[in-house]
């Protein structure tokens, strides 16, 4: 396993505080398999590492690089530096953003699946949809700037690791980055519950853009006139719509199968 992780040179607490001050584009990951999925990304540096006695008795053997210092602390640390009612299951790290991805860098030449959130808000939904992404070989999710959460613990803890697999990018043209993935062969399909066909029922093309809208009001007006065609889920009528993130995984595990077969 590779690591390029850094740890602190200071030794003095104040030097500390002054090194890790420096890294404006730091942020606190908290959770087991987010933090874990972290230390063995090598794209990722560590900068502190917080565990209780209790965690690090349970991590895998040869997880924590040598040069990596571990702060054995109490919960009352972990409530003291972490947002105000987080689950962090005694661990946490304060490690680098990952690199910028470009939208196009998502772009395959053979079969593919893009996961396009068209303004969906909730952390917790974006984190679920790349852990689902992740489990169904999905390319990559893309987001809207505006509109869509920041990338924090929150967000990473949900993904419960895949914010380390699944390419997540932000892109400030939703219609126009549709229309780029149109020119490279890609058809934007839309979720809408009105839609007469499931994604079972229809014949798809192997490079596929899923669009998936928010929360509340689903696709806007210019997304889904640059749909290429719209699918539903086969859902009972007793209920009109699932949650984001829970209709993402369904349509995924169609795609994966469906695309398959062809």
């Given at each position: 396993?590779t690591h390029?992780?850094?740890?602190?040179?200071?030794k003095n607490?104040?030097?500390k505080?002054q090194?890790?001050?420096k890294?404006?584009?730091?942020?606190?990951?908290f959770?087991?398999?987010?933090?874990?999925?972290?230390?063995?990304?090598?794209k990722?540096s560590v900068?502190?590492?917080?565990?209780?006695k209790?965690?690090?008795?349970?991590?895998p053997?040869?997880?924590?690089?040598?040069?990596l210092?571990?702060?054995?602390?109490?919960?009352s640390?972990?409530?003291?530096?972490l947002?105000?009612?987080?689950?962090?299951?005694?661990?946490?790290?304060?490690?680098?953003?990952l690199?910028?991805?470009?939208?196009t860098?998502?772009i395959?030449?053979?079969?593919s699946?893009i996961i396009?959130?068209?303004?969906?808000?909730?952390?917790?939904?974006?984190g679920?949809?790349?852990?689902?992404?992740?489990?169904?070989?999905a390319?990559?999710v893309?987001?809207?700037?505006?509109?869509?959460?920041?990338?924090?613990?929150?967000l990473?803890?949900?993904?419960?690791?895949?914010?380390?697999?699944?390419?997540?990018v932000?892109t400030?043209?939703l219609?126009?980055?549709?229309?780029?993935l149109?020119?490279?062969?890609?058809?934007?399909?839309?979720?809408?519950?009105?839609?007469?066909?499931?994604?079972?029922?229809?014949?798809?093309?192997?490079?596929i853009?899923?669009?998936?809208?928010s929360?509340g009001?689903?696709?806007r007006?210019?997304?889904?006139?640059?749909?290429?065609f719209?699918?539903?889920?086969p859902?009972?009528e007793?209920?009109?719509?699932?949650?984001v993130s829970?209709a993402?995984?369904?349509?995924?595990?169609?795609l994966?199968y469906k695309?398959?077969?062809?």
């Amino acid at each position: 396993m590779t690591h390029r992780n850094i740890t602190c040179p200071a030794k003095n607490p104040a030097q500390k505080q002054q090194y890790i001050k420096k890294h404006s584009n730091a942020l606190w990951l908290f959770g087991y398999h987010a933090v874990c999925a972290a230390l063995q990304n090598p794209k990722r540096s560590v900068f502190r590492l917080l565990l209780s006695k209790e965690t690090m008795q349970e991590l895998p053997q040869n997880l924590i690089p040598e040069n990596l210092h571990c702060e054995i602390v109490q919960k009352s640390d972990f409530d003291n530096i972490l947002p105000k009612g987080v689950v962090h299951q005694g661990i946490a790290a304060y490690v680098s953003t990952l690199p910028e991805i470009h939208e196009t860098d998502l772009i395959r030449s053979d079969k593919s699946v893009i996961i396009i959130l068209d303004q969906v808000t909730d952390p917790h939904n974006v984190g679920a949809i790349l852990r689902s992404a992740a489990a169904f070989n999905a390319d990559g999710v893309v987001m809207t700037q505006k509109y869509a959460p920041d990338i924090t613990g929150t967000l990473a803890k949900a993904a419960s690791g895949a914010l380390e697999i699944i390419p997540l990018v932000t892109t400030t043209n939703l219609a126009r980055y549709m229309n780029t993935l149109k020119q490279h062969g890609y058809w934007c399909v839309g979720m809408d519950g009105k839609a007469e066909n499931t994604l079972r029922e229809m014949k798809l093309p192997r490079k596929i853009a899923l669009i998936m809208g928010s929360e509340g009001y689903g696709l806007r007006r210019l997304t889904a006139q640059n749909c290429d065609f719209f699918a539903k889920l086969p859902i009972s009528e007793r209920i009109e719509s699932l949650n984001v993130s829970n209709a993402a995984a369904i349509a995924l595990y169609e795609l994966k199968y469906k695309l398959t077969d062809l």
